[in-house]
């Protein structure tokens, strides 16, 4: 496995020959490119986190040269074997396709037989490109548009996910309040209405008994 920790694209190369992947890892640092190889397509899911520890313990063509599984990981491009033992790259490329976290990376497919009918199901599964081995420089030089589209598209992405946190509206508690009246004010109002009716009923009475106690003129007539 092979890194350069100054670089602007992260490459993972799979592939199980020794030779291939030392040669496509000199081709990628030459384009300034950092580099992670794998033997196998298992190890690729594993250090993707898209296969566990434990299964790779159980596939018999793992290796203990397993690299350290990451938690995030940012992979740029993917570039892999077509023949191996156990995963074929045509497998991996439809196992990193199927993956919502990985599906927008860009798959490219290495092969020493040239194969049309390969080649195109590979390209119909989402391959970006079909190179023949052996692997030119000038090869490579196709890999950066994909790279850096796949870079923007996660910045952009990166980008809008902050803007929406920082618009996110506070949530505030409400401030109002709502009186409430305290009970014996209610008993005090409804005990002042059966006061007025007996105040009332005492004036009447008043009057009444006036009227009373005057004496009577019958039969007097008033002209003018």
Do not use: W
Not at 18 to 24: G, H, N, P, T
Not at 68 to 75: D, G, L, P, R, S
Not at 157 to 174: A, F, G, H, R, Y
């Amino acid at each position: 496995m092979g890194r350069e920790t100054e670089s602007q694209f992260h490459v993972l190369a799979v592939d199980d020959s020794l030779f291939d992947r030392k040669m496509i890892e000199r081709l990628l640092q030459k384009s300034s490119c950092q580099v992670t190889t794998v033997d196998s397509g298992s190890k690729a899911l594993e250090f993707l986190g898209l296969r566990t520890a434990d299964e790779s313990s159980h596939d018999p063509n793992a290796t203990s040269t397993s690299p350290e599984t990451h938690q995030e990981v940012e992979i740029n491009l993917i570039i892999t074997d077509y023949c191996m033992p156990g995963m074929t790259g045509y497998d991996l490329l439809k196992k990193v396709k199927e993956s919502a976290a990985f599906k927008s990376i860009p798959v490219v497919i290495m092969s020493s037989e040239n194969v049309p009918s390969r080649i195109s199901r590979c390209l119909e599964e989402g391959a970006e490109e079909f190179f023949l081995k052996p692997v030119k420089l000038a090869d490579l030089t196709k890999l950066k548009p994909h790279m850096m589209k796949t870079k923007l598209k996660k910045e952009n992405e990166k980008l809008t996910k902050e803007e929406n946190e920082v618009s996110k509206p506070e949530i505030k508690e409400d401030s109002t309040v709502i009186e409430i009246l305290p009970l014996h004010q209610e008993l005090e109002s409804e005990q002042h209405e059966p006061m007025l009716s007996s105040n009332k009923r005492k004036a009447i009475e008043e009057v009444i008994s006036t009227d009373r106690s005057r004496p009577k003129y019958n039969d007097i007539t008033t002209s003018v």
